[in-house]
């Protein structure tokens, strides 16, 4: 079955019985001519930095510290028509927030996107447990259920989740589970008794191990999705071919380009994804650089849809925070090598120095000791490893995964 998400597109954008490649082109192209003239219009920020007759390509970035420096710069409807605000911190640090505004329509929007993916891992007549936010309103989670609701599905936000035993317990009946990478794996680990239909996992980087973790676990079907709070949390999500992301390109456009020169990547080539909110009304973005590397897959998807998808995402530029002699270390790195292990159900990774001289120390839980000699042959010249075995639930500490730093 073609991807519910081209279907979706195909009627936002009225091109039902001609959506390809370069119909979409065309129809993105006459959309970014609007929003043009909206943000010169209505835009404090882009007042002065665009022209509706400029291409794509010609068009300035927009880098998270600007909404960081100034996010009321961006804001193109008055205070009291915004619907929902979320603060949230940029680019791994609590040390500066950005501050993203919805109106009632972007959130809808959303709700129509989540609505169309989700129809392809649960259906009408069967439940899910939402496991990614809480229960207030316009939340992700209360969007998500939304959503769910619209296609017949039963859907529940446990509330704040403290420990992963309380997650388990609300996932026993579900027929379809959505939560962060790490802590639905912590869960199919710790209770691999359960059997959900499908699993969502919902983040801006997933580990392959975790995926394949889950499958053998539980024996279900696992999703990926790629979404960022600055668009209205939905940007892509893979079908039943599990081929790439199909993209939300009814709302946004994706770019890629040449970390280095800003310029489009040849083709084939991965590069940082960049994006444009064509329909936004409260925060418009133009070329936003999310500091994500993917490429784009143009072979058509084995579901039939003809459009390019998202092929795999990796993490934020600045997870890459061990770097000595020329050697770095991410987050990511650690996970698809720790949680490809079978007896790992979890671990956190924490940075400090001494005399100069990097540690890494990792806490992690597991029903067996890890190879010292593998872990330490991964690191960087000169950076000492420390080891220690306990509970690492990450429901007790909830967010995007990264390595701790030491406080300032």
Request: aromatic share 8%.
């Amino acid at each position: 079955m073609i991807s519910p998400v081209h279907t979706w597109v195909a009627e936002r954008t009225g091109l039902r019985d001609d959506l390809n490649e370069q119909t979409l082109k065309h129809w993105q192209a006459e959309k970014l001519k609007t929003l043009l003239l909206y943000v010169k219009n209505t835009s404090r920020f882009y007042s002065k930095r665009v022209h509706e007759d400029c291409p794509l390509e010609d068009l300035p970035f927009t880098f998270p510290s600007d909404i960081v420096e100034d996010p009321y710069a961006f804001l193109a409807i008055p205070q009291n028509h915004v619907a929902r605000v979320t603060t949230l911190a940029n680019s791994g640090t609590t040390r500066q927030r950005k501050r993203i505004f919805f109106s009632k329509a972007d959130l809808e929007r959303t709700i129509a996107f989540f609505a169309a993916g989700m129809s392809t891992m649960v259906s009408n007549g069967e439940s899910a447990q939402i496991l990614v936010s809480n229960r207030t309103e316009n939340s992700l989670g209360s969007l998500l259920q939304e959503s769910l609701f619209r296609i017949g599905v039963k859907a529940e936000i446990p509330g704040v989740l403290r420990s992963a035993e309380f997650a388990i317990e609300k996932a026993r009946s579900a027929d379809c589970l959505v939560g962060m990478p790490s802590e639905l794996l912590y869960m199919c680990r710790t209770a691999p008794e359960l059997r959900p239909k499908s699993v969502l996992l919902a983040a801006d980087y997933i580990p392959q191990s975790v995926i394949d973790g889950i499958k053998e676990t539980w024996k279900c079907e696992v999703f990926s999705h790629y979404g960022h709070t600055e668009f209205g949390y939905g940007c892509a999500v893979d079908c039943s071919q599990h081929k790439g992301y199909h993209l939300r390109y009814a709302d946004l456009v994706f770019e890629i380009i040449n970390t280095e020169t800003g310029k489009p990547a040849e083709d084939g080539e991965r590069g940082e994804l960049v994006i444009t909110t064509l329909s936004n009304e409260a925060m418009p973005l133009i070329r936003y650089r999310t500091g994500h590397i993917s490429g784009f897959i143009r072979e058509p998807c084995a579901c039939g849809s003809l459009l390019p998808r998202l092929g795999t995402v990796e993490g934020h530029f600045e997870n890459n925070i061990l770097t000595v002699s020329g050697s770095s270390l991410s987050i990511h790195q650690l996970d698809e090598l720790i949680f490809a292990l079978p007896y790992v159900h979890g671990f956190d990774a924490s940075l400090r120095f001494e005399h100069e001289r990097p540690i890494l120390s990792l806490s992690i839980d597991a029903t067996e000791r890890l190879h010292h000699d593998t872990l330490a042959s991964m690191l960087p010249p000169g950076t000492r490893l420390e080891v220690k075995y306990g509970k690492a639930d990450p429901f007790s500490q909830r967010g995007k995964r990264r390595i701790q730093f030491p406080g300032p």
